[in-house]
């Protein structure tokens, strides 16, 4: 049904009438050039500028009600199925659906579109209407040519009087116009007492003040929306408690975990698990923990491991995990930082907590601050710490592949482009962003803005790529818009942005792969050499060098009883011999054969019998 409604006027109303001719045109104002001015030329790109040729007149005004409208929506979970249809049931909607298509009015509408479809199809495979001709190569060639860039957009600050460090963003997963910022003071026993707890939920279209302060026990160290359900918030404390929001039910957390089952550090680390409820998450903290929630029932952890690299299980001997990393992709796998510089993976199906350690990499002599797989390749990971960034891959353990300069200023935060696999966003602590592209640019960033004076401490990336948060010590929150040659590949992306860049981008990290892969064989060869010299070395030393003198006496303690229980043996042998040669009647040869002994008298044997008795005789005999 359609509504109309005709707005009717006199004639009279509508004042005196128009009357229009023509008119040579006339020469109002000459203003020759200036040839002077142009030195004053300022060119401005880009620029935004509305003409507006009328003036803005109303002639009367109208009174209207007020209409009151309200939002609502309908979940389609499982089409558009009748109520008295089970969706669950596969018998009825097995049946029902045989039932529709055996309808005549069914049959008839597939048959018409199909004979729509059809014809585009044909004219579709015959010529492409909609392809557009060299305006790829005009596109490129700009983005090329523009030197990368970034805008603020807007800085948004703590309201709190005493400033606290935003240690975490995190960005609504269904709209890029809320960001959720966790403020704490990491300092040890540096917390005033007059220090608010809260966290906020920030709207930038209103940024001067928050949209819903988040209010803890304990001031929140991470903060992370949830992916399935954006009304609802993890929360990880500094008292090591976690805590879950719902922002249709207010400020305070629906639950929080007991003091006694949790952490007893801060939780650096909270990240959703990809469940079928929504509901299940896991956290690490510097006691050396990681422990795994559910949100339904925050009363104790449903599993803990952990992160004692000698596989004891002993939590004394435990790293501190300083920073936590998941990807969806790998449900079973996930990444620790530590306090210790130590990259821990994991694998959290594993039957014994021994083996849900898998691999242990040593790269950073300082804490590891950030952790991140890249998007495109989950088998490539960065890590953050001790003044360098660092790339590395799961098939190499002792060396990373790819790695920045040493900066004089520490790094504080790190994060992978989520457009462009070699692309990734720094923060250091005197208060400068770094956008590093590897694949352009291996020793120097390809953007460094300094966003603010005092140190940046967190860092979140849009998962469009375009918008980047950075987080400062005293809580202030910068925007930032990148310009297209940072978060965008190519203007054709149907093709280039899964072909031409991400291949680029694989061959580079194979390539350093391999040849760090032969770097590390290479290196081991020479150090087997080196110890193979060194011990032929140490045998040719040990044979100069004069011996151990407790080693002499030893040895000439042996020598010494030796000789001690020769002469005993020798002497017990000549007193039995003098016992005999006592005997009447009997002779004794002496011990050379060469004389014999009887009745008192010696008696000299020749050399031929001497040698009948097998002993030479002695010289001149």
Same mark, same amino acid.
């Given at each position: 049904m359609?509504i109309?409604?005709?707005?009717?006027?006199?004639?009279?109303?509508?004042?005196?009438?128009?009357?229009?001719?023509?008119?040579?045109?006339?020469?109002?104002?000459?203003?020759?050039?200036?040839?002077?001015?142009a030195?004053?030329?300022i060119?401005?790109?880009?620029?935004?500028?509305?003409?507006?040729?009328?003036?803005?007149?109303s002639?009367?005004?109208?009174?209207?009600?007020?209409?009151?409208?309200?939002?609502?929506?309908?979940?389609?979970?499982?089409?558009?199925?009748?109520?008295?249809?089970?969706p669950?049931?596969?018998?009825?909607?097995?049946?029902?659906r045989?039932k529709?298509?055996?309808?005549?009015?069914?049959?008839?509408?597939?048959?018409?579109?199909?004979?729509?479809?059809?014809?585009?199809?044909?004219?579709?495979?015959?010529?492409?209407?909609?392809?557009?001709?060299?305006?790829?190569?005009?596109?490129?060639?700009?983005?090329?040519?523009?030197?990368?860039?970034?805008?603020?957009?807007?800085?948004?600050?703590?309201?709190?009087?005493?400033?606290?460090?935003?240690?975490?963003?995190?960005?609504?997963?269904?709209?890029?116009?809320?960001?959720?910022?966790?403020y704490?003071?990491?300092e040890?026993?540096?917390?005033?007492?007059?220090?608010?707890?809260?966290?906020?939920?920030?709207?930038?279209?209103?940024?001067?003040?928050?949209?819903?302060?988040?209010?803890?026990?304990?001031?929140?160290?991470?903060?992370?929306?949830?992916?399935?359900?954006?009304?609802?918030?993890?929360g990880?404390?500094?008292?090591?408690?976690?805590?879950?929001?719902?922002?249709?039910?207010?400020?305070?957390?629906?639950?929080v975990?007991?003091?006694?089952?949790s952490?007893?550090?801060?939780?650096y680390?909270?990240?959703?698990?990809?469940?079928?409820?929504?509901?299940?998450?896991?956290?690490?903290s510097?006691?050396?923990?990681?422990?795994?929630?559910?949100?339904?029932?925050?009363?104790?952890?449903?599993?803990?491991?952990?992160?004692?690299?000698?596989?004891?299980?002993?939590?004394?001997?435990?790293?501190g995990a300083?920073?936590?990393?998941?990807e969806?992709?790998?449900?079973?796998?996930?990444m620790?930082?530590?306090?210790?510089?130590?990259?821990?993976?994991?694998?959290?199906?594993?039957k014994?907590?021994?083996?849900?350690?898998?691999?242990?990499?040593?790269?950073?002599?300082?804490?590891?601050?950030?952790?991140?797989?890249?998007?495109?390749?989950?088998?490539?990971?960065l890590?953050?710490?001790?003044?360098?960034?660092?790339?590395?891959?799961e098939?190499?353990?002792?060396?990373?592949?790819?790695?920045?300069?040493?900066?004089?200023?520490?790094?504080?935060?790190?994060?992978?482009?989520?457009?462009?696999?070699?692309?990734?966003?720094?923060?250091?602590?005197?208060?400068?962003?770094?956008?590093?592209?590897?694949?352009?640019?291996?020793?120097?960033?390809?953007?460094?803005?300094?966003?603010?004076?005092?140190?940046?401490?967190?860092?979140?990336?849009?998962?469009?790529?375009?918008?980047?948060?950075?987080?400062?010590?005293? $809580?202030? /929150?910068? !925007? *930032?818009?990148? @310009? +297209?040659?940072?978060?965008?590949?190519?203007?054709?992306?149907?093709?280039?942005?899964?072909?031409?860049?991400?291949?680029?981008?694989?061959?580079?990290?194979?390539?350093?792969?391999?040849?760090?892969?032969?770097?590390?064989?290479?290196?081991?060869?020479?150090?087997?050499?080196?110890?193979?010299?060194?011990?032929?070395?140490?045998t040719?030393?040990?044979?100069?060098?004069?011996?151990?003198?407790?080693?002499?006496?030893?040895?000439?303690?042996?020598?010494?009883?030796?000789?001690?229980?020769?002469?005993?043996?020798?002497?017990?042998?000549?007193?039995?011999?003098?016992?005999?040669?006592?005997?009447?009647?009997?002779?004794?040869?002496?011990?050379w054969?060469?004389c014999?002994?009887?009745d $008192?008298? /010696?008696? !000299? *044997?020749p050399? @031929? +019998?001497?040698?009948?008795?097998?002993?030479?005789?002695?010289?001149?005999?």
């Open positions: 359609e109309k409604y005709v707005y009717t006027r006199k004639r009279s109303e509508f004042g005196r009438p128009c009357n229009f001719s023509d008119w040579p045109a006339t020469v109002n104002v000459d203003i020759p050039p200036d040839p002077s001015m030195s004053n030329f060119l401005r790109n880009p620029v935004d500028s509305s003409v507006q040729h009328t003036s803005d007149m002639e009367h005004e109208v009174n209207t009600e007020p209409v009151e409208v309200e939002s609502c929506g309908v979940n389609h979970v499982e089409g558009g199925w009748p109520e008295d249809i089970n669950q049931d596969m018998e009825k909607t097995t049946r029902f045989k529709v298509e055996k309808d005549k009015h069914y049959i008839d509408t597939i048959v018409h579109l199909g004979t729509l479809m059809e014809h585009c199809i044909k004219q579709n495979n015959a010529i492409n209407i909609y392809e557009e001709y060299f305006g790829e190569e005009e596109e490129t060639a700009e983005v090329e040519d523009e030197p990368p860039s970034a805008k603020y957009i807007d800085v948004i600050r703590d309201p709190n009087e005493t400033k606290r460090t935003a240690t975490h963003l995190s960005w609504h997963p269904d709209t890029c116009k809320k960001l959720a910022v966790a704490s003071r990491l040890f026993q540096k917390n005033a007492k007059d220090m608010s707890f809260d966290s906020y939920i920030w709207d930038l279209e209103n940024s001067n003040k928050p949209e819903l302060a988040l209010k803890p026990s304990s001031p929140l160290v991470r903060l992370e929306y949830n992916p399935k359900d954006s009304h609802i918030l993890l990880g404390c500094y008292n090591g408690q976690m805590a879950y929001w719902d922002t249709r039910k207010g400020e305070l957390p629906v639950e975990s007991h003091v006694e089952v952490h007893r550090d801060p939780v680390g909270a990240i959703w698990l990809p469940s079928k409820t929504g509901t299940e998450c896991f956290s690490a510097t006691d050396g923990q990681v422990l795994w929630w559910d949100i339904r029932k925050l009363s104790e952890p449903t599993e803990s491991l952990v992160l004692d690299i000698t596989h004891k299980g002993l939590l004394e001997n435990a790293l300083r920073t936590l990393e998941f969806p992709t790998m449900p079973t796998k996930f620790v930082g530590t306090e210790q510089g130590t990259i821990i993976a994991c694998n959290r199906k594993a014994t907590p021994s083996e849900k350690i898998t691999s242990i990499y040593r790269g950073h002599i300082g804490p590891v601050y950030a952790l991140a797989r890249n998007p495109f390749y989950p088998k490539v990971f890590t953050v710490g001790d003044g360098t960034a660092r790339i590395w891959s098939e190499i353990k002792d060396s990373s592949i790819m790695q920045t300069k040493c900066h004089l200023s520490d790094l504080t935060d790190g994060c992978w482009s989520t457009v462009k696999p070699s692309v990734f966003f720094i923060t250091r602590s005197d208060g400068t962003l770094d956008v590093w592209d590897f694949l352009f640019k291996q020793k120097n960033p390809s953007l460094s803005l300094k966003v603010c004076n005092e140190p940046l401490s967190s860092l979140r990336l849009q998962d469009n790529g375009c918008i980047v948060g950075c987080g400062s010590k005293l $809580g202030t /929150v910068t !925007l *930032l818009e990148m @310009s +297209s040659g940072l978060c965008t590949l190519q203007r054709n992306e149907k093709t280039l942005v899964t072909a031409v860049r991400p291949a680029l981008s694989h061959q580079m990290f194979e390539r350093e792969t391999r040849r760090e892969k032969i770097v590390e064989a290479r290196r081991k060869e020479l150090q087997l050499k080196k110890r193979a010299k060194s011990e032929a070395q140490a040719e030393v040990k044979e100069m060098l004069p011996e151990d003198p407790q080693e002499v006496l030893n040895r000439t303690r042996q020598e010494f009883f030796k000789v001690i229980e020769a002469e005993r043996q020798r002497r017990t042998g000549a007193e039995a011999g003098n016992r005999l040669s006592e005997v009447p009647g009997v002779a004794r040869t002496c011990t054969g060469c014999s002994v009887a $008192g008298g /010696v008696r !000299l *044997l050399p @031929s +019998s001497a040698g009948l008795l097998g002993v030479s005789a002695p010289m001149g005999w």
